[in-house]
């Protein structure tokens, strides 16, 4: 089944422990991205990727890193988790980003005290 | 900055109703609207989308209206069912640049379906 899988679900931390939420997928897709979700603000880009080695910041980067070494892998790492990065996070896929649809997976709910 | 409004923030309807969620934009540069659907729990799934040198675009219930010089574009649910009843979030993407790739989200509007 083509899909896209996020790791863990659920996830509650503390200010500045290391946490890494890892995204995967079995489409052969070039492109991938993560989202946060936050009410009343939709989903915005933190990081996407074009290819193995190729990330570039989104629109809300700020406390995230990401890596790409595989082309089905796409973490993303919180250095020092804050409480201002509790959220629901969204990983997603396409084919290429010029292409039409993007692939979500399943969502991360983070907590931060 | 919010490139892209979504309203309402909220719909109730009642089932076999007529369901319509607005947006507008402000970047020209945007050349893909898609509208995603989410379900609680669940990550957004693409429902229908339509590319600017169209005015319309149906698939089965529902309906993308797109005004390119207004720079809106509106979702349509015939008939809404229960079942509709999800979370619906507008979209659009960029022609590349900076923003390869990029799909800028609208706010999301909370649709319930009464039986």
């Known amino acids: 089944e083509a899909q896209v899988t996020q790791n863990p679900r659920y996830l509650i931390t503390v200010t500045g422990k290391k946490l890494t939420v890892t995204c995967s997928q079995n489409?052969?897709?070039?492109?991938m991205s993560w989202y946060r979700q936050d009410p009343g603000l939709g989903l915005r880009q933190i990081y996407y990727?074009?290819?193995?080695?190729?990330?570039d910041k989104g629109d809300v980067p700020e406390g995230y890193k990401v890596s790409r070494k595989e082309k089905r892998n796409f973490p993303l790492i919180l250095e020092s988790p804050s409480p201002n990065q509790t959220s629901l996070y969204f990983c997603?896929?396409?084919?290429?980003?010029?292409?039409?649809?993007?692939?979500f997976g399943p969502g991360t709910r983070l907590t931060v005290t | 900055q919010q490139q892209v409004k979504q309203s309402p923030q909220s719909l109730i309807v009642q089932k076999g109703g007529i369901s319509i969620i607005n947006c507008a934009y402000e970047?020209?540069?945007?050349?893909?609207f898609p509208w995603y659907q989410q379900f609680p729990g669940k990550g957004p799934a693409l429902l229908i989308a339509?590319?600017?040198?169209?005015s319309e675009k149906k698939e089965g219930r529902f309906t993308i209206s797109f005004n390119k010089s207004a720079k809106q574009f509106s979702l349509h649910i015939m008939d809404s069912q229960p079942g509709d009843s999800a979370t619906y979030f507008c979209?659009?993407?960029?022609?590349?640049?900076?923003?390869?790739?990029?799909?800028?989200f609208g706010q999301g509007t909370i649709l319930t379906v009464h039986p």
């Open positions: 997603a896929s396409s084919l290429t980003g010029t292409g039409g649809e993007q692939y």
């Open positions: 489409m052969n897709h070039e492109y």
């Open positions: 990727s074009m290819n193995v080695e190729v990330t």
């Open positions: 970047n020209t540069a945007f050349d893909y």
């Open positions: 339509i590319r600017p040198d169209v």
């Open positions: 979209a659009a993407k960029d022609a590349g640049g900076t923003s390869y790739g990029k799909l800028t």
